[in-house]
C-alpha cells in the first residue's frame, strides 16, 4: 500500500465516528422532512420577548461547541492519523482496539438516533406551546392573568389562565401532520386541509386522520384536578380548576359532547371568556395569582 493510501485510510478511519453520526442525523432528518410537518408555522408565530437574542445565544453556543471539537481534531488527528498509518505501513494492524472503535460507533450511531428522535418531539412541543402562548396574549388584553409552565409534583402545567369566571389548567399537545393522512383524504391532492389535519373527539377517543388517544384528556383532567387541591389548600377557599386540552394548528371538532374544552389553539380567545365554571370575586382572583406566582417565582416551592 502507497504512502498516499495509508494516509487516506488512517484519516478515513479517524473520521468514520462523524461520518456515522453525521449520516445518521441526514437520514433521519430527510425522512421526517418528508413524512411530517409541524402542526404550525413557526414564522408566523408573534416574536416572545427577546426571541432574537435567544436565537443568537443559540447559535453561538453552537459556534463554541464546534471550536471545541474543532481545536480537539485539529491537534489530535494528525498525531492520531500518524499512528494509524504506521499500523499499516508495518503490517500489524491492531484488530482488537477496532472491534473496540467498532463497538463504540455503533453506541454512538444508537445515541444519535434516540437523541435525535427526542429533539424532534421537544421541537414539537416547543412549537405548540409557543403557539399556544402567543394566542393567550389576547386573553391578558381581556384582563385575565396568565401564567406558563407552573411547576407542579413530578409535572408542570404547560399554561395556567386566571379570571373571574375561573380558573383554566391549560395543556397544549404538539402532534405532527402527517402527510400521508393529506394525501389519503384528498386522494389526487385536492380538497381542503382541514379535512386531512383534522381530530374529532367521541365518545371518550380523540380520534385523528390514522390514529386514536385517549391519555391526553385523561392528563388534562389528572392535572387540573392537582390545581384545584393546591389552590383550594393554598387559598383556603374552594377553587375549581378547569382543564382546557389544545391541539394547535389542527381542525377540532367533536361528534359528541366531550368533559371539557378540546380546542384549536386560535379557539383560546373567543372560548375561555364564555366558559362559566366558577364564578370569582376580584379579592379571590387577586388571591389565586399571588399563589400562582409565589409557586412560579419561588425554587423552593417546586416539588412540595
Not at 62 to 72: A, S
Amino acid at each position: 500500500m502507497t504512502d498516499f493510501s495509508s494516509i487516506l485510510l488512517s484519516y478515513g478511519i479517524l473520521l468514520s465516528g462523524l461520518l456515522v453520526t453525521v449520516g445518521v442525523m441526514y437520514v433521519l432528518l430527510k425522512h421526517r422532512d418528508t413524512t411530517v410537518k409541524l402542526p404550525v408555522d413557526r414564522e408566523q408565530l408573534t416574536r416572545i420577548p427577546a426571541y432574537g437574542l435567544q436565537e443568537q445565544i443559540h447559535d453561538l453556543q453552537l459556534d463554541l461547541i464546534g471550536c471545541m471539537m474543532m481545536g480537539l481534531l485539529i491537534v489530535c488527528l494528525p498525531f492520531a492519523a500518524s499512528s494509524i498509518q504506521a499500523h499499516i505501513t508495518v503490517g500489524k494492524f491492531p484488530w482488537l482496539l477496532s472491534i473496540t472503535a467498532l463497538m463504540g460507533l455503533t453506541y454512538c450511531g444508537f445515541k444519535t438516533w434516540k437523541n435525535f428522535s427526542k429533539l424532534t418531539k421537544l421541537r414539537l412541543g416547543h412549537t405548540a406551546e409557543i403557539a399556544t402562548a402567543n394566542e393567550l396574549i389576547g386573553l391578558q388584553a381581556l384582563g385575565y392573568q396568565v401564567f406558563h409552565d407552573v411547576q407542579a409534583d413530578g409535572f408542570n402545567i404547560d399554561h395556567l389562565v386566571v379570571g373571574k369566571n375561573g380558573v383554566f389548567a391549560i395543556e397544549t399537545k404538539g402532534r405532527h401532520k402527517r402527510n400521508k393522512d393529506l394525501l389519503q383524504t384528498n386522494g389526487n391532492g385536492s380538497g381542503s386541509d382541514k379535512k386531512g389535519y383534522q381530530v374529532f373527539y367521541k365518545d371518550g377517543r380523540l380520534n385523528f386522520p390514522s390514529w386514536t388517544e385517549t391519555k391526553p384528556i385523561e392528563q388534562a383532567e389528572r392535572q387540573a384536578k392537582w390545581v384545584s387541591q393546591w389552590l383550594t389548600k393554598a387559598t383556603g377557599t374552594p377553587v375549581t380548576s378547569t382543564p382546557v386540552l389544545v391541539f394547535p394548528g389542527w381542525f377540532v371538532t367533536s361528534q359528541s359532547k366531550p368533559p371539557f374544552p378540546i380546542l384549536n389553539h386560535k379557539q383560546l380567545v373567543g372560548t375561555i371568556p364564555t366558559l362559566r365554571t366558577q364564578a370569582l370575586t376580584q379579592q379571590q382572583v387577586d388571591t389565586i395569582i399571588y399563589q400562582v406566582a409565589q409557586r412560579c417565582l419561588s425554587k423552593s416551592e417546586v416539588g412540595k
